[in-house]
């Protein structure tokens, strides 16, 4: 694993109309690592990720990709410097089929498209068959995984992915889950929001708890897990 963060969010405050969200939140993902974020709906677990990604104005606070400050970039810009973002909801183009929203996913890059479209079909069986297909008449499970695919298709240093695990059944939630670690140790680093947080916490190197929309806990995954207050209020023991 590359030492060092490759992603760091310092004390961003951003927020909707007249209300902050956050409230000086920090984190950081290093190189190879995937981190988990995790806390009660309403802590600013997906505002973070969309200040983070550039959908979202900082108010204040900074953000760094690979050590290049890229604060309030735009996301095309951001996605051009190896950064790549899953949505919960609306991630796919639902009247293009499988095929063109992989192609959508690779629209600035410039070689390499045809192996990169093999490797993410290797990586998501179900969609290789279905290149045809429109993203509409797939499962929420299907389109969960295109969503992550066409992400993958710019082959990003770091990848945001917001509750991917959402209104999932228990078996496309383990294969989804099963893929995200399968991304991370090829050496994407991945910031996972999640509200199932012990899968979450189970897969990652390291966690953060928000509340509120300010940083409540952080630390080593496993140590998270064992922790009596986090798992009492967000591990359901």
């Not at 909707?16 to 995790?38: F, T």
Request: aromatic letters at 4%; proline letters at 4%.
């Amino acid at each position: 694993m590359t030492t060092g963060p490759v992603l760091e969010a310092q004390g961003v405050v951003a927020g909707y109309g007249e209300v902050n969200i956050l409230h000086g939140v920090s984190l950081r993902v290093d190189g190879g690592e995937m981190v988990a974020v995790i806390g009660p709906n309403g802590a600013g677990k997906s505002t973070l990720l969309k200040a983070i990604f550039g959908l979202l104005p900082l108010r204040s606070g900074r953000v760094f990709l690979k050590g290049q400050e890229i604060t309030n970039l735009s996301p095309d810009e951001v996605v051009l410097r190896g950064l790549s973002y899953v949505p919960q909801v609306e991630n796919v183009f639902p009247s293009l089929t499988v095929l063109e929203n992989l192609e959508m996913g690779a629209f600035v890059r410039r070689n390499g498209v045809r192996h990169r479209l093999q490797q993410v079909c290797e990586l998501f069986p179900d969609l290789a068959g279905r290149r045809g297909e429109v993203a509409a008449r797939l499962s929420g499970g299907q389109r969960q995984m295109l969503a992550v695919a066409r992400a993958l298709m710019l082959d990003p240093e770091v990848l945001l992915l917001d509750e991917p695990s959402a209104s999932l059944s228990p078996k496309m939630v383990a294969i989804i889950f099963d893929r995200i670690g399968i991304i991370n140790q090829a050496g994407t680093a991945i910031l996972l929001v999640e509200q199932n947080a012990k899968e979450a916490l189970s897969l990652s190197h390291r966690g953060y708890v928000l509340a509120m929309g300010q940083n409540r806990l952080e630390g080593e995954a496993k140590g998270l897990l064992e922790n009596a207050e986090v798992a009492r209020l967000y591990l359901g023991a």
